[in-house]
């Protein structure tokens, strides 16, 4: 049973950082593209970020040289280190894994975490 684990959420001031993580078990991590989505009420869940199993990396524009995605194939995990946060950033983020390649659609992930809460006070 595949399952994802997001911890780190938290409150912040806008221009501080978190760092996010995703623990993984279930799967043979190394064959998974890993990615983040996040969510704000009523609207559409969205692309963040996402690192292949080549470890190919993918921003949304919005994140490019704030965010960072990485992964630790020893400990099935895949990390976001945000930093410079702004209002804009505060949602509900959700890790999601894909035996295939990355792609940037909810359908192109077949797993997900339940999400870890971001709070950015302006």
């Known amino acids: 049973q595949v399952q994802l684990t997001e911890s780190g959420g938290g409150v912040v001031q806008a221009g501080g950082s978190l760092r996010l993580s995703c623990a993984a078990s279930?799967?043979?991590?190394?064959?998974?593209?890993m990615a983040w989505f996040r969510q704000v009420p009523d609207n559409r869940r969205e692309f963040v970020a996402s690192?292949?199993?080549?470890?190919?990396?993918d921003y949304v524009d919005t994140v490019k040289d704030r965010f960072t995605i990485s992964r630790d194939n020893a400990e099935n995990l895949v990390s976001l280190q945000m930093n410079n946060l702004r209002p804009e950033d505060a949602a509900t983020y959700y890790c999601?894994?894909?035996?295939?390649?990355?792609?940037?659609?909810?359908?192109?992930?077949?797993?997900w975490g339940q999400g870890t809460q971001v709070t950015v006070s302006s």
């Open positions: 999601a894994a894909n035996p295939m390649a990355a792609g940037r659609t909810v359908d192109a992930y077949n797993y």
């Open positions: 279930g799967l043979s991590f190394t064959w998974y593209a």
């Open positions: 690192i292949g199993r080549d470890n190919k990396v």
